[in-house]
């Protein structure tokens, strides 16, 4: 990289670096500026083995500085950067529209709907974001009602109920009630005997295919008029297991010749010889489909607005005609597009991520490469990151993207705080150390000294990570410690003058004691990754958030008994940079 490269990357990296520091309010990160920098200057990534270490040196330096510098020195180098900072910080952070019509409702009264057919990815927790976000609003009260009437092609998995149930808790909330729909079979059969009274539904036996001929043609099957006391007795037999799988429906009366085929004549009820998983439900066989089923429970639960997937527009309409035979009032709706999440090689897919699992290429829903609630979860993201990240996305009918990047910088905000700093070298190089103190003592924490400092031995040698070491003759400053010159092969102490760093730019690095060392392995959503920490790590907490310098924020799973000089190694999720 010649001399002008080198300026550029120096400039435009600092311009980032402040810019990242005082949106978030704590010290750049090299990881968190890397992505931006490279995609503004294309001409850097040909340079991509050298553009770290450069920026390695400006974070130190802006590091170094407090907010006031940092601002002072952003405005010089980009007045436009710090009005975006400042119209950030006008935004109003309640970023969801209004309810429809609430003043006509003596209480807003929402609900979840999931089918608990798996533990949630994470586009499951838009639903309860956005709606938990709007009860607690409008002081309204919000139902968790788990779908669960398909045995068989969304077949229930028992464990995920709690686990869905967790997951709505993770993210902040907790509902008023809680039901299972699969309690609820009685009720179905009661109502669906009133639409049959009511002249609203006939039994038919017409296979699929020759109903979705009569129907696509907008022609009346030869069920459709029989007498509603035929109906009644057919639809017993069903109630009552007489019938296999696809012998006989239930059919809502709508219009055979609608517009809308998908709307004639839609089944409310079918035969599944596969029994429910749920002991208390799995001698029933006549069971509701999800339009029928829904549609009920938001009258009878009094549900005063809807929200579900653009997709699902048909589901509106098939219930109004079942809602204008009982002359009920149907509530107010919303639809929304689907959220598309980037990051991830898995697919945001119940069967997909679960069947990953039983082919033994995940280890389980929290497995870190798994882009679901659980996975963000053990990884240390806190669920209102996650919350407001969503509640970002707004509820427009159109497809929208989440970034990662949105739920990490929103996570950063609430652990950088708290969380102490260590060295973690992954793939470490020794060397030997020449001269200087026994010693390195950084920070616990560079915005508290109040927690002290941490002390490093030296032991004569050091390891650093591959990409760190410099050219021989070149120094860097070992973070805590002090400059050093590579030179034979080794680290050369040649002072503890922070001016190399500050106006030299020498590049400062993380390392570790290559003896009295923390084995870790971190998992990582890219797979596993090996190093040693400082020998302080073997005082973290499991289920601590922590900052390994350089490398980023991480949850301690498991800390091992004897790790120091032992075989034994403990066990980090890593979060985000």
């Known amino acids: 990289m010649d001399e002008e490269l080198r300026e550029r990357v120096e400039r435009e990296a600092e311009k980032h670096a402040l810019f990242n520091a005082l949106k978030h309010d704590s010290d750049p990160d090299v990881g968190a500026i890397m992505g931006p920098l490279m995609g503004e200057n294309p001409d850097f990534r040909p340079h991509g083995d050298e553009v770290p270490g450069v920026v390695g040196g400006v974070v130190g330096r802006v590091a170094e500085m407090d907010r006031d510098a940092r601002r002072s020195r952003l405005a010089d180098l980009d007045p436009e950067l710090v009005a975006e900072l400042d119209a950030e910080d006008e935004t109003d952070e309640r970023t969801l529209s209004d309810l429809a019509n609430v003043e006509e409702y003596d209480e807003v009264r929402m609900r979840l709907a999931p089918n608990p057919n798996g533990p949630w ?60 729909a699969s309690d609820r079979v009685e009720i ?22 020759r109903f979705s001929e009569l129907k696509n043609a ?12 035929t ?58 489909m999800l339009d029928f089923q829904s549609g009920i429970d938001d009258h009878l639960l009094g549900i005063t607005h809807i929200v579900r997937g653009i ?32 990051a991830y090689d898995v697919s945001m897919s119940t069967s997909t991520i679960k069947a990953k699992i039983e082919a033994g290429e995940l280890d389980g829903w929290d497995d870190p490469r798994a882009p679901t609630i659980a996975s963000l979860r053990r990884r240390g993201i806190r669920g209102e990151a996650i919350v407001e990240s969503m509640i970002g996305l707004g509820t427009s009918t159109a497809n929208v993207d989440l970034s990662m990047s949105t739920v990490y910088a929103e996570n950063r ?32 924490h560079p915005e508290h000294e109040e927690r002290g400092r941490r002390e490093i031995p030296v032991a004569g040698v050091v390891v650093v990570e591959p990409d760190d070491v410099p050219a021989n003759g070149q120094r860097v400053w070992l973070k805590g410690y002090g400059c050093v010159r590579h030179t034979r092969d080794a680290f050369e102490y040649v002072g503890d003058d922070i001016a190399a760093v500050r ?75």
Not at 131 to 152: A, H, K, N, S
Not at 235 to 262: C, Q, S, W
Request: glycine share 8%; hydrophobic share 35%.
């Open 188 to 209: 179905y059969y009661e109502h669906a005997r009133e639409l049959i009274e009511a002249g609203g539904a006939y039994t038919c036996s017409c296979p699929g295919e």
């Open 503 to 577: 106006e030299e730019g020498v590049d400062v690095v993380h390392w570790a004691p290559a003896d009295a060392n923390v084995p870790v392995r971190l998992r990582t959503p890219d797979g596993d990754v090996a190093g040693v920490a400082e020998p302080g790590f073997a005082d973290a907490r499991e289920d601590e958030v922590v900052q390994f310098e350089r490398v980023g924020f991480a949850r301690v799973d498991d800390v091992a008994t004897d790790p120091v000089d032992g075989d034994e190694e403990s066990i980090a999720y890593f979060a985000h940079p």
């Open 231 to 288: 109906t009644h007795e057919e639809f017993e037999a069903m109630v009552d297991g007489e019938y296999d799988a696809g012998e006989k429906v239930l059919r809502v009366r709508t219009d055979i010749e609608h517009k809308n085929p998908a709307l004639r004549d839609w089944v409310a009820f079918r035969m599944v010889d596969r029994p429910h998983p749920r002991e208390v439900a799995s001698e029933y066989r006549c069971w509701p």
């Open 413 to 444: 905000e609430l652990v950088d705080d708290d969380a102490d700093r260590y060295f973690l070298v992954r793939d470490g190089v020794e060397k030997a150390v020449i001269g200087g103190p026994d010693s390195g003592s950084p920070p616990v």
């Open 121 to 180: 990815h994470l586009g499951h927790a838009r639903m309860p974001a956005v709606i938990g976000t709007w009860t607690e609003r409008y002081d309204g009260w919000m139902l968790c009602r788990f779908d669960d009437t398909d045995p068989e092609t969304k077949r229930p998995d028992l464990d995920a109920y709690d686990a869905i149930l967790d997951d709505i808790e993770y993210l902040g909330f907790e509902p008023d009630e809680v039901v299972r």
């Open 311 to 342: 997709d699902l527009q048909d589901s509106a309409k098939r219930q109004r005609f079942v809602y204008d035979y009982f002359g009920w009032e149907y509530p107010e709706v919303l639809h929304w597009g689907k959220v598309q999440v980037d």
């Open 218 to 229: 907008g022609e009346a099957c030869p069920h459709r008029d029989k007498a509603p006391a």
